[in-house]
């Protein structure tokens, strides 16, 4: 399957455990996205980044939550201190760095917390 | 911030028939407007997409239209068929980068196509 990757693609963690998630984005797509799934609703938005900087974050996006993309490339999306209510589907998105708006979504990580 | 409202949350249609998706947006400087495709344990799969800048767009058996007016959006698909059969997500943003390049989505839409 090509395109956008993440890994892992399940992870199971008990609560107060800290969990780190990955996205290799297409080479060339420069802008990244992170959303949460939970069951029968729509991705929520959390955070982007245009090459290595963040430059937007919901308010979804609590203290616990960090994500890097240091060198513009892949992307990692921390969660410290897990809690129950994080179980979700965490989804990055690609954008290609011209043209269009398309954002490509990758297979997800699948967090479930004890 | 945006807020979209996607209507009906379950559509059951005889194979062959037409479906509708309907989506409301409130944020009047939201300019882009996808549709995604997703299937169970799947990803989120666009499948078509418009710009504010033209009111219809047509891919073989889906199309979607914009009303920038009433803020409204809608997915057509003609002739249906058992694979169309998954949840369709539309979703707004503002779509400039350099921020506010986040999409919000609709609580989606599960269409059951009956053979």
């Known amino acids: 399957d090509t395109g956008v990757s993440q890994d892992p693609r399940h992870k199971i963690t008990k609560r107060g455990q800290n969990v780190t998630f990955r996205c290799d984005p297409i080479s060339e797509h420069n802008r990244l996205y992170w959303y949460r799934q939970t069951l029968g609703q729509g991705p929520e938005f959390l955070t982007y980044?245009?090459?290595?900087?963040?430059?937007?974050k919901s308010r979804l996006l609590s203290d616990r939550f960090s994500a890097e993309r240091p060198k513009g490339s892949f992307s990692t999306l921390e969660i410290q201190r897990t809690e129950q209510g994080d179980s979700a589907m965490y989804l990055c998105?690609?954008?290609?760095?011209?043209?269009?708006?398309?954002?490509?979504f990758g297979p997800g990580t699948r967090l479930t917390v004890l | 911030g945006e807020n979209v409202e996607q209507h009906p949350s379950t559509l059951s249609v005889q194979e062959g028939d037409s479906a509708v998706i309907k989506c409301t947006y409130s944020d009047s400087a939201s300019n882009y407007f996808p549709w995604y495709k997703q299937e169970l344990g799947k990803r989120p799969q666009l499948i078509i997409d418009i710009r504010s800048n033209v009111g219809e767009k047509k891919d073989q058996r889906i199309a979607v239209t914009l009303n920038k007016t009433a803020k409204h959006f809608s997915l057509h698909i003609t002739e249906t068929q058992p694979e169309d059969s998954a949840v369709y997500f539309c979703a707004a943003s503002k779509g400039t980068g350099g921020g506010a390049d986040g999409l919000t989505f609709g609580k989606g839409t599960h269409l059951i196509i009956q053979p």
């Open positions: 980044f245009q090459n290595e900087a963040q430059l937007e």
């Open positions: 998105a690609d954008r290609p760095a011209s043209g269009n708006n398309e954002q490509f």
